[in-house]
């Protein structure tokens, strides 16, 4: 089994930055692809951006590329998303996910490959 539990969110102004972060209690972190989703209120649940375990690759939205960063720290079984210049539109409740262990399939930004959830953490940003 895997938990996951976010922390990090909050409320800020447009164009400042937010580090969100999700603590694992997993053997198999490593093994794991990590991910962050996001839900804005009245909307499906996006993918934002993955860390995939093999290859170490990350691969971001493209509404957030440049201005976010997945990281992870295996020896830490920790999983953070850096967050800057943000923007009213990126408020939603952000959800750390988890596929695997040992997950090696394509489709790392559908959230049905991922079998593990967190609870959520709340962004709002204010214009």
């Known amino acids: 089994q895997v938990q996951l539990v976010e922390s990090g969110g909050g409320l800020v102004q447009a164009g400042a930055s937010l580090r969100l972060s999700c603590a694992a209690s997993?053997?198999?972190?490593?093994?794991?692809?990590m991910g962050w989703f996001r839900q804005a209120p009245g909307k499906e649940r996006d993918f934002v951006a993955t860390h995939r375990w093999f290859s170490g690759r990350t691969y971001y939205a493209e509404s957030v590329q440049g201005r976010f960063t997945i990281s992870r720290d295996n020896a830490k079984n920790a999983l953070y998303l850096q967050m800057t210049s943000l923007k009213p539109e990126d408020t939603a409740v952000y959800y750390c996910a988890a596929a695997g262990p040992y997950y090696s399939g394509s489709y790392y930004s559908q959230d049905s490959s991922y079998n593990y959830w967190g609870q959520g953490t709340q962004v709002t940003v204010s214009s």
């Open positions: 997993a053997r198999t972190f490593s093994s794991l692809d």
